[in-house]
């Protein structure tokens, strides 16, 4: 077993570690832990058995076995980075569509308020010059209507 190897082999037992220790704080997904799991199983497994490791090597045409390892590895990782790239993309985009939402709403709730002050000023004004009326306050006008 070369040095690549097992330099490959405790990196991707670390990474396990670290990949379960973020699972249980719940800073990962398991959706996405099980990815990194998968890869990280994949390195130690190819790592320690050389067979395997030299027969993808082979088939992916690479003349030293460590580099396929390393080159799936790479492959994986650049497919990861492309899946975050999209979900990022996708959470912008609804970010973007709420913030407006929120805007719109913000402005109706101002314009319903500026409406009900409006009101309330109408129906104070029409209320004083009858003797024995109770007015009601503003602020119970509102939580009642």
Do not use: C, K
Request: proline share 2%.
């Amino acid at each position: 077993m070369t040095r690549i190897v097992i330099v490959g082999v405790i990196t991707s037992a670390g990474l396990i570690v670290a990949i379960l220790a973020l699972i249980r704080s719940r800073r990962l997904q398991e959706r996405y832990a099980i990815l990194w799991l998968l890869a990280a199983i994949g390195v130690v497994v190819f790592g320690l058995w050389t067979a395997a490791l030299e027969l993808l090597a082979d088939a992916l045409g690479i003349a030293y076995p460590p580099s396929a390892l390393f080159f799936i590895t790479a492959v994986f990782a650049v497919a990861v980075l492309l899946h975050t790239a999209v979900a990022i993309t996708r959470l912008s985009s609804q970010n973007q569509t709420l913030a407006q939402r929120l805007a719109m709403t913000e402005e109706r709730l101002r314009r319903l308020e500026a409406r009900m002050g409006e009101l309330d000023g109408a129906t104070d004004a029409g209320d004083a010059g009858i003797a024995g009326t109770a007015r009601r306050p503003s602020s119970l006008a509102r939580s009642t209507e």
